[in-house]
Nanobody
Framework: QGQLVESGGGLVQPGGSLRLSCAAS????????MAWYRQAPGKQRELVGV???????NYDDTVKGRFTISRDNAKKTVYLQMNSLKPEDTAVYYC?????????WGQGTQVTVSS
């Protein structure tokens, strides 16, 4: 059984930047599509974006042009670079992957955008 551990969250002012990391202890990391989700208070968890094992990325329209997902297969880590942050980006951010019927989630990291 693998594990995903997010880090890098915190409090940032509007317009600021943060970089989240997700360290994966799964043997199949280099083969996996990795995803970032977020969940704001009182809302459903939503997909932020994904990165395939080949490095292709896709983003939700709400973050396109501001957020960038990257990965380092040697470190088994996926990153979420968040720029031009807005108050509506405030949420708990989770990384995610799946293999067959097994779905993996991290514990989440809180991002708060506020002045």
């Amino acid at each position: 059984q693998g594990q995903l551990v997010e880090s890098g969250g915190g409090l940032v002012q509007p317009g600021g930047s943060l970089r989240l990391s997700c360290a994966a202890s799964i043997s199949f990391f280099s083969l996996s599509t990795m995803a970032w989700y977020r969940q704001a208070p009182g809302k459903q968890r939503e997909l932020v974006g994904v990165i395939t094992n080949g490095g292709t990325t896709n983003y939700d329209d709400t973050v396109k042009g501001r957020f960038t997902i990257s990965r380092d297969n040697a470190k088994k880590t996926v990153y979420l670079q968040m720029n031009s942050l807005k108050p509506e980006d405030t949420a708990v951010y989770y990384c995610n992957t799946a293999r067959g019927r097994d779905i993996y989630w991290g514990q989440g990291t809180q991002v708060t955008v506020s002045s």
